[in-house]
Structure formats: structure tokens, C-alpha cells
């Protein structure tokens, strides 16, 4: 059986974002809920992580933009962009706790104290832009994990792959011309946020580094885990990364209420086996696995069962 890190903080609770709204803290109690009452429990490292020092937030996003966030959440601001991302007073720590879950998670894996790990973390961070909350999200976790990747362990090819049903706008454009980081998406097209043509393939140096796998409506896990097998399995290959990170999103399940794909929890404990033997074959099974998406409660607690029993080697 493989060490795999949980980290996760009882403060992710504290970015409250009203029980109306899908990005709620009920999600993070489910998923802990369910795991406390798991043999997973004892097969699990339980960690818990500090918040990210900001110049690593830096590194991904505008210093004016981190100003922004921080005093909208201190000055009472409930709502950014134009409604659909909520804030709290605490947001702003908790969403530094959040990224430093996602920094934390890489020291664990390069240090050999686990072989991979997964961020029980909120709020998410694919679509925040290096100068724009977005989609629920304020700073870019998965993007901050790669930079810190590379600068402070000294990878040079860290390779991302993002199976969210919504495609990661903000992690793609923070790499766009970037050949050192690969960005690959898996997602729901046309669909939030308008982003992820399979034509997006990067600029410049990083031409070819942005693989883009849109979706119709409707489509099954045997297809999605097809591209997993496929495309996917291919690109690491080639790519040969030293780190994969997995932003990973649970809304692609059937029952999730805001998408339209018709995955299973088992398709998600899958695509997790696929991922983590690539990830020994290419770079010693080091995996830093992040929340993001999932809205129905039960779906996304048994969803992120089933990835860690992958990561685990369970199955």
C-alpha cells in the first residue's frame, strides 16, 4: 500500500459562502464525515497544512489583486464577480490555507514522507485569473503548486491534468506560454466558462504544452477513462514530468446538480489508477492531487473515496 497524505484544516469551514450557494462548507464536512467513518482513517496520513506565504501567491497573481481579495473579505464583501464567487470575513486566511494545503502537499511528496497526497481543500482555484476571482475561486491553487514546484524544489517539467467538468481557464492562461508546465483538460464543452477549444494548444515556448479534451454533454466514464488511457497516457509519456498534479473536480458525476457528464465514482477511482501509474513510471509516483469541483454531497464524499483508495493502491 502506497503513503498517501490527507491534508486538510478544520478552518476550511470558516470560508462561509451561505447554504444557497454550491461552493458551500457542507462540502468539506461531508468529505471529512465520510472518511472519519472509513477504514480509510487509519490507512491515511492526516496532515495539516499552514496558509502559503504570500510571495508564492505572488508568483501566480497581481499583488494588487491579493490586496483586493484581502481587504473585500476584511471591509464585509459577500460577493465578487458579479455575484457567483462568495466571500466571508475569514475568506482571504482560508484561501491562503488553501494554497498553502497545495505547497505543503508538494514538501510532503519531495521529501519522501508520502508518495502522493490529496487536498481536502475549498475554496477551489482553476478559474481564479492572475488578476480575477472567478467561478467560486479566488487564487489559483493548482497554479501556485506548480510554481512552488519548480522554484522551490527545482522541477522542470511539472505536468497538470484537470478533470473538473469546467475548464481550468486560469490555470491554462497562467501557462499558456509556459513549456515547462503541461496543462490538460478534460471538461464539458460548450459549457462555464466558454474557455478549453480544442484548438487552445499554447503559444510560444509553450506551443503544444496545452492539451484541451472538450466534452459533449452526456458523455459516459467509459469515454472519459478512453481519453485517460488514450491522449492522456500519451502526453505524459512524452512530457515525461518529474511531478503530476490533478486539479481534481468530482462534478463530472452523474448526480452532480450543475453539469451534464454521466461519470460514476468508480470511473473516478480509475482515472486515479491510470494516474498514478504514470506517475511511477515517469516520475517515482509523485501525485499532488487538489479539490476542486463536486456539488452534490454524496457524490463527492464517495467520489473522493474512491480517488483515494487509488492513490492508496487499493483495487
Known sequence: MRRTALFQHPDFVHHETGSDHPECLERYRAIIDALENSPLQQQLQWWRP?????????????????????EACLSGSSQLDKGETRVSHDSFQVALLAAGAATGAVDAVMAGACE?????????????ERARPM???LFNNVAIAAHYARKQHGLERVFI??????????TQHSFYDDGQVF??????????????EAAEQGIGAGKGATLNLPLPPRTSGRDFLNLINGPVADAVTAFRPEMILVSAGFDAHHLDPIANLELTEEDFGAMTRTVCQLAEEQC???IVSVLEGGYHLDALAASVQEHLRALLGEG
Open 183 to 196: 496543462f490538460c483538460s478534460l471538461h464539458q464543452y460548450p459549457f462555464y466558462p466558454g474557455t478549453g
Open 116 to 128: 502522493n497526497a490529496f487536498c481536502a481543500i475549498r475554496p477551489p482555484g482553476h478559474h481564479a
Open 50 to 70: 499552514d496558509p502559503v506565504e504570500l510571495r508564492w501567491v505572488e508568483e501566480n497573481h497581481d499583488t494588487a489583486y491579493i490586496r483586493h481579495i484581502e
Open 284 to 286: 517515482g509516483g509523485r
Open 161 to 170: 491534468l484537470d478533470w473538473d467538468v469546467h475548464h481550468g481557464n486560469g
Open 135 to 137: 467561478g467560486f475561486c
